[in-house]
């Protein structure tokens, strides 16, 4: 079946503008997870959506970025005010919920901020 | 907290040879733990994990790893590299809640 997808594959804003990415996780899946991918900091934990529940923002690196998860399936990943250190890959996954479970990896969206 | 030490940014094999990439982790209590492989510009997919059960698993592209509870480590394995191998490899742990802690990864070359 389908993949977790990522859109857009790559994005380069300049410093000040606003960025938004999407993830569509695997049909089923009642959990989606954000991640940053960067050289300084390796893979990062940013949010994590479990179907109605309310979200854990706690690895979100500030007050710029948000996130949503419309109708239990797509999220966007919004970046307000972008700073050069927001440059980084932003990674999707999915599960189906609970730790053991695995996550599914999109391919993310590579964000180069000017 | 939790966090994963993987020993070796970089490891390189000649095809193959023993394959062993070494992780180990932190965590208050057991964890689960798993090992992804990641490509060049693509997103992580797992190999092989550990919930409970037999600490040794066995995974795809004939990875395996042992989780070692006494020595808190879960080192990968596979007795022959192919050159496909090459990638970068992490390792991940997931104690009692849904986020996954990630350690530095290593870089496998495989040389021919």
């Known amino acids: 079946g389908a993949g977790v997808s990522q859109s857009p594959s790559n994005k380069v804003t300049e410093k000040g503008k606003d960025v938004e990415l999407r993830c569509d996780p695997i049909?089923?899946?009642?959990?989606l997870y954000w991640y940053r991918q960067s050289l300084g900091q390796g893979l990062e934990f940013l949010i994590y959506?479990?179907?109605?529940?309310?979200?854990?923002k706690s690895g979100l690196p500030s007050d710029r970025f948000s996130a949503e998860r419309t109708g239990g399936s797509v999220s966007t990943l919004t970046i307000q005010r972008t700073q050069q250190e927001d440059s980084a890959v932003y990674l999707c996954?999915?599960?189906?919920?609970?730790?053991?479970?695995?996550?599914?990896f999109g391919p993310g969206t590579r964000l180069l901020v000017l | 907290a939790q966090s994963v030490t993987q020993l070796g940014s970089h490891v390189s094999v000649s095809e193959g040879a023993l394959v062993l990439l070494r992780c180990n982790y932190s965590?208050?209590?057991?964890?689960?733990l798993f090992w992804y492989v990641q490509y060049p510009n693509q997103g992580l997919q797992l190999l092989l994990k550990?919930?409970?059960?037999?600490?040794l698993v066995k995974g795809i592209n004939g990875f395996e790893a042992e989780f070692k509870k006494s020595e808190t480590s879960f080192h990968l394995t596979k007795p022959s590299a192919h050159m496909s191998d090459a990638a970068e490899y992490f390792c991940?742990?997931?104690?009692?809640?849904?986020?996954?802690?990630f350690g530095a990864g290593t870089t496998v070359t495989v040389r021919a």
């Open positions: 049909s089923g899946h009642t959990a």
């Open positions: 991940a742990v997931s104690p009692n809640d849904y986020k996954l802690s």
């Open positions: 550990y919930t409970t059960g037999a600490t």
């Open positions: 996954a999915s599960s189906y919920g609970g730790p053991q479970e695995t996550q599914y």
């Open positions: 965590s208050s209590v057991p964890p689960y």
């Open positions: 959506f479990q179907g109605n529940s309310a979200p854990d």
